[in-house]
């Protein structure tokens, strides 16, 4: 595999993830020899290879020197909303943090601090968020995880697409394999999906997640097959419960390299149709805790918050904690 420069890759897949593909929705039309959409080397049950959770084959399951998030709407001086852009819409928020050296794992607190309310409970959806970490592999491989509000989930294709709280874990290459976990069909499905020309296996789970509430993300080894190829899985733990759910594995090949020492904390709006106005977007603020690796506990540096392009209503803006940074999207003063 090629190597990319991790800028470049990660703006790529940005586009890729966004632009392209409803968040949530299946290809338009099936795989060949997948039978309703999927593909054959994919499984829907998760082997007994994982079944001991987090930290099989790997080093997730540690962990390491919890930080802890600000409570929710902690007050704090915000730093200062983006510039103007030329449509209407919110502009997105990234946080970039750079690492001492590859990984093996990865793991991040987040808290969703507001819900995304509608009109009513039977108005359609307006605007939705995507709260993820972004990541990749050193030979290229992309990955996304995190939640959604309003994404849209179909267990298959001829299923209706609802709108509603999901998780979301995508790999790009696309991977060898991929099974669920301990979300079984029909609440969490595995399917290929092409972005931007770029292709990728995602899994897709019905997630209850509350606001106000911590989860801890944890993305690392499950399950290593006897050519090297690995499987990497992905973990949410509610750290108010101690509830874990493990969204799935896939399967990558033994060349893909560690993680790359570089990694993204990103709040995506789900819009349906453009919007007409800045009142329109729904607001939106979460706090994103420092990652750190989950073998040692090793932190990443910040390397800055930054608004994407392009540019759209000014309403999004920063605050920065010691061991957190806040990202709010649709403020209206």
Not at 8 to 22: D, G, I, K, M, N
Not at 63 to 78: N, T, V
Not at 178 to 202: C, K, W
Request: proline content about 9%; overall charge negative.
């Amino acid at each position: 595999m090629t190597r990319l420069p991790l800028l470049a890759l990660a703006l790529a897949a940005s586009t890729a993830c966004h632009e392209e593909v409803p968040l949530g929705a299946w290809e338009p039309s099936p795989v060949s020899g997948g039978g309703g959409g999927g593909v054959t080397s994919i499984s829907s049950s998760i082997s007994s290879a994982t079944d001991a959770g987090p930290g099989q084959g790997g080093d997730t399951g540690t962990s390491a020197g919890s930080i802890g998030l600000p409570a929710c709407r902690e007050m704090k001086d915000p730093g200062p909303m983006n510039v103007p852009g030329i449509v209407f819409g919110a502009t997105e928020t990234a946080t970039d943090w750079t690492w001492p050296e590859p990984m093996t794992s990865i793991q991040w607190d987040l808290m969703v601090e507001e819900e995304i309310e509608r009109a009513s409970p039977t108005a359609p959806p307006t605007s939705g968020y995507y709260w993820a970490h972004q990541f990749s592999f050193l030979e290229g491989i992309v990955g996304w995880l995190g939640i959604q509000a309003e994404g849209g989930y179909q267990p298959d294709p001829s299923e209706e697409l609802i709108f509603t709280k999901i998780a979301v874990f995508w790999l790009s290459g696309p991977p060898l394999s991929a099974e669920l976990g301990t979300i079984p069909y029909p609440d969490a499905r595995v399917a290929p999906q092409t972005a931007a020309g770029v292709s990728y296996m995602t899994i897709h789970a019905l997630f209850d997640w509350q606001a106000c509430r911590t989860y801890r993300f944890k993305l690392g080894s499950a399950g290593v097959e006897a050519d090297g190829a690995t499987w990497y899985g992905a973990w949410i733990e509610d750290l108010d419960s101690g509830e874990e759910t493990f969204l799935g594995r896939m399967l990558l090949p033994a060349d893909s390299g560690p993680l790359a020492p570089y990694s993204m904390s990103r709040t995506l709006a789900i819009e349906f149709g453009q919007p007409t106005s800045c009142a329109v977007p729904a607001y939106s603020s979460a706090l994103f805790g420092i990652p750190r690796t989950g073998e040692n506990g090793v932190q990443a540096l910040l390397e800055a918050n930054r608004f994407d392009v392009p540019l759209r209503c000014p309403s999004s803006r920063f605050t920065q904690f010691e061991s957190a940074v806040r990202h709010e999207l649709g403020i209206r003063l």
